[in-house]
């Protein structure tokens, strides 16, 4: 029963790199999303998905894409890395969209970027 | 737009009191809030979901109480134990723009139970 895997749980990128977060859940959940905790900021959104091929932007969605090619996977993608996205960063899944149904957190993946 | 406040100060109490967190929200009264635990270096956990319709849930230790008028939501732990010691995040939907899901999580309060 593993829930919401993210991996990997660290990594250090130079300015200019590129990367992609990994996430993955086995729950079958239509409603996945990515956000970025900071110091302060608690967690904002960066994109969401509701389902297979549907994406849509977050809050704070510049410098990061994303893709949803099967149900279970929902990757984030740093394209060319700044020091700005140093942070940590959480992937989540539900069972649907609407806030009567409880968030499924991963563990996080903490990203210093130098 | 929407935004949830939580108080940003850590709140210490001793053990077997009852501690009590709070979240404001502006500008509108949502249908849901949720209430979530994080733990130093992990994601959080939901715990608890209140309805506006609903003044009050409870799930063993924890009660949640939903005021509209006063757009906010207080988040009490009873008989609380240095195990209780953690972050606290609510979280709402704001405004439904058709085809939108956007969730917003408050800052969270760091609750420290002290032996």
């Known amino acids: 029963n593993a829930g919401v895997t993210q991996t990997p749980k660290f990594q250090v990128l130079k300015t200019g790199q590129s990367m992609t977060l990994q996430c993955a859940q086995d729950m079958n959940h239509e409603y996945m999303s990515w956000y970025r905790q900071d110091p302060g900021m608690g967690l904002r959104l960066i994109h969401y998905?509701?389902?297979?091929?549907?994406?849509d932007q977050g809050e704070v969605p510049n410098g990061y894409n994303v893709s949803r090619s099967t149900t279970e996977d929902f990757p984030l993608r740093l394209l060319s890395a700044a020091p700005s996205q140093t942070s940590v960063y959480f992937c989540?899944?539900?069972?649907?969209?609407?806030?009567?149904?409880?968030?499924?957190f991963g563990d996080g993946t903490r990203l210093s970027i130098l | 737009s929407q935004k949830i406040e939580q108080n940003s100060e850590a709140l210490n109490i001793q053990e077997g009191k009852t501690a009590t967190l709070t979240c404001n929200y502006t500008n509108y009264s949502p249908a849901y809030l949720q209430w979530y635990r994080q733990d130093p270096g992990r994601g959080p956990v939901f715990l608890l979901l209140i309805r506006e319709n609903e003044k009050e849930k409870r799930k063993e230790r924890l009660k949640v109480t939903f005021d509209t008028t006063l757009k906010q939501s207080l988040f009490h732990i009873t008989a609380s134990q240095p195990a209780d010691s953690a972050t606290y995040l609510c979280?709402?939907?704001?405004?439904?723009?058709?085809?939108?899901?956007?969730?917003?999580f408050g800052t969270g309060t760091r609750l420290k139970v002290l032996a």
């Open positions: 998905s509701v389902g297979a091929g549907i994406t």
């Open positions: 989540a899944s539900s069972r649907t969209p609407t806030t009567n149904q409880p968030q499924h």
């Open positions: 979280a709402l939907e704001p405004p439904y723009t058709s085809g939108t899901y956007k969730y917003i």
